[in-house]
């Protein structure tokens, strides 16, 4: 089934984007509208219905999975429109990021994308139309993988665009597929009950058998990935295999990119990181991110926030002795796999750092300082290691007071070792290295993209469409976006405030003229009530000082009235004014979308989006 409504890149990037924005359902719609201006030149002739997850959804499943995202239904029964856009949000908070080690580094995890089927068949169900529905994935980031793994494991969709996606894992999708399981576990003959098999078995093997299985999806797959984007460069790493038809773009062609870098790092270092992200991720699932740190390293993270200093120790050994034992021996057996670990990074640092200063990325000097300082955090992790083995050796004699002074001793030695650490990951979070990795980050963006796709006179800086007209021998750019807001809001404005001065006119109209005709019209009535009933009106006379009132009668009462007319009422001079300087804006508005019409005079289109952007 092939889509018809959104049929370009640079509309799918930009829709993508726009989840990213927090926006409410109708600022949503109208900026899905604005932007199909932009691009087409059109206005959009299909009605639009928003379903955003954390509003919609009732199934506690998607919630508790960390999924976000953002369904756009178009339909138009008369241009044959019925398209349905799931739009699943990339990382975004720790949540996501726990999900990321997880899913695609572990591969022991696939909630969020069972939650994105689960997003997609319940929108599915709300809209009832007649005619065939297209489904149609839209994502970056952890939503490819979360959009193309609902793909390959439900046939969520009928097709999957993503950018700068990361990419799918065969790992994840052994956990997750049976029928895949069952198909590798006869090709590789692994036992049934030892899944964790998979993870000794040749990388390049399962990347081929799973490219192989998975085939015949990978048509409706497509795919644009800048080459200098940091999820491309550990795209090569064991577990991931890309799928689809891709499109790579140099999005920065100052710097090589990372993907040689990264798949220089041998597979050795990556399988004991995987190993390491497993423990987490099978920690986690029972007691959190503390259970994780607990089954990794033994340490009860509770018991370390209550010390301050000696003292404070010695009150907390005394009163939780056993667990400060079991922690302590828990220590000496988990911190060497931990030092282990990171040895493979220090002895690969300089290899490793060397490409990053050979690529550009860094300095001779700064490579030195990140040396420098990693490896003084693998000696503050071989000291914690030293004084942990020395204090098992004094637990060993027997003595409770030599262990006592030790295990007091030692935890202030750790202690101390664990400050050391923060120093020097203060040091490398410097500003310069900060700006290295935004400089990074920014290749992971879908602005970057955007700008680097442009063609003919479009391009974009952001995610606003820039159009260059060409006077003479100079070029001039324009923001059409910027523009296209800035007529729609301005001649909103206006509209508001013709509103507002024409309430004023008629409030000026029912407050002060027609309430001096009724006052008018009250006097004129009392005035025939005491002429017509002058004997009603007898009390008069007391109240004038005629007394005695009953030898006296009122038989007549003639008012001789002079009514003045209303003075100093009229406003008309002031409003005036007011819509004068309504006028004067709205010309001025005018002015500047003509000056932008006759830069692109041979551009019908561009008087049309104007037009469009104000009935938004």
Do not use: C
């Amino acid at each position: 089934m092939n889509e018809n409504l959104i049929s370009t890149n640079e509309m799918r990037l930009r829709l993508v984007d726009l989840e990213y924005k927090g926006l409410n359902e109708e600022d949503f719609k109208r900026s899905i509208k604005q932007i199909y201006i932009e691009e087409y030149g059109t206005q959009m002739n299909a009605n639009i219905v928003i379903f955003q997850s954390s509003t919609f959804s009732k199934i506690p499943d998607i919630k508790d999975s960390g999924y976000d995202g953002t369904a756009v239904h178009f339909y138009s029964e008369k241009e044959g429109i019925n398209e349905l856009y799931v739009i699943s949000q990339g990382t975004q908070d720790m949540k996501d990021w726990e999900y990321n080690i997880k899913a695609m580094f572990a591969g022991l995890d696939y909630a969020q994308a069972r939650a994105t089927n689960l997003f997609t068949v319940e929108v599915k169900n709300r809209i009832k139309t007649k005619s065939e529905l297209s489904v149609i994935g839209l994502s970056h980031s952890l939503a490819h993988n979360n959009n193309t793994t609902a793909h390959l494991l439900h046939d969520t969709f009928d097709k999957v665009y993503s950018v700068n996606g990361a990419q799918t894992n065969y790992y994840q999708l052994y956990y997750a597929d049976t029928d895949f399981a069952e198909e590798l576990n006869k090709r590789f003959t692994i036992p049934t009950y030892d899944q964790n098999a998979i993870y000794n078995l040749d990388p390049t093997q399962l990347q081929a058998f799973a490219t192989d299985y998975y085939a015949d999806k990978a048509d409706n797959i497509h795919q644009i990935i800048s080459l200098d984007d940091p999820l491309y460069a550990v795209s090569g790493a064991r577990g991931f295999f890309t799928l689809g038809e891709v499109e790579y773009i140099d999005t920065n062609p100052d710097y090589p990119g990372l993907r040689e870098i990264m798949d220089d790092i041998p597979d050795y270092v990556v399988q004991d990181f995987q190993g390491l992200a497993i423990q987490y991720t099978l920690a986690s699932k029972e007691g959190g991110v503390n259970a994780a740190i607990y089954d990794i390293l033994g340490a009860d993270m509770n018991l370390f926030s209550e010390i301050d200093g000696r003292w404070s120790m010695a009150k907390s050994y005394f009163t939780k002795q056993s667990e400060w034992d079991t922690m302590i021996r828990n220590l000496n057996d988990n911190i060497p796999a931990l030092v282990s670990n990171i040895q493979t990074i220090t002895s690969n640092a300089d290899v490793i750092f060397g490409r990053f200063q050979e690529a550009g990325y860094i300095t001779g000097k700064q490579k030195q300082l990140l040396v420098t300082e990693i490896t003084k955090i693998e000696n503050e992790l071989l000291g914690i290691q030293k004084t942990i083995e020395s204090n098992v050796g004094i637990r060993d004699m027997g003595d409770f007071y030599a262990q006592l002074g030790g295990d007091v001793g030692s935890i202030l030695k750790i202690i101390r070792h664990m400050d050391a650490i923060q120093e020097s990951l203060e040091t490398l979070n410097q500003e310069e290295f900060l700006e290295i990795l935004h400089r990074i980050a920014e290749s992971h963006s879908i602005q970057e993209i955007l700008e680097s796709i442009s063609a003919g006179n479009k391009s974009y800086i952001g995610t606003d469409m820039v159009l260059t007209a060409s006077k003479g021998k100079k070029e001039i750019k324009v923001n059409m976006s910027a523009a296209l807001r800035m007529y729609q809001k301005g001649t909103g404005v206006l509209q508001e405030k013709e509103f507002e001065i024409e309430k004023f006119s008629k409030a000026i109209e029912m407050e002060i003229m027609d309430a001096y005709k009724d006052e008018r019209r009250k006097v004129i009535q009392k005035i025939n009530d005491m002429e017509g009933n002058p004997r009603l009106y007898h009390n008069l006379l007391a109240k004038h000082g005629l007394y005695p009132t009953f030898t006296k009668r009122i038989t007549s009462i003639r008012v001789h009235e002079v009514l003045y007319p209303l003075e100093q009422a009229d406003l008309d001079q002031e409003l005036h004014r007011l819509r004068e300087t309504v006028e004067k804006a709205r010309l001025q508005i005018e002015n500047y979308r003509n000056a932008i019409e006759s830069l692109f005079e041979e551009d019908e289109r561009i008087g049309k989006q104007f037009d469009l952007i104000r009935g938004l």
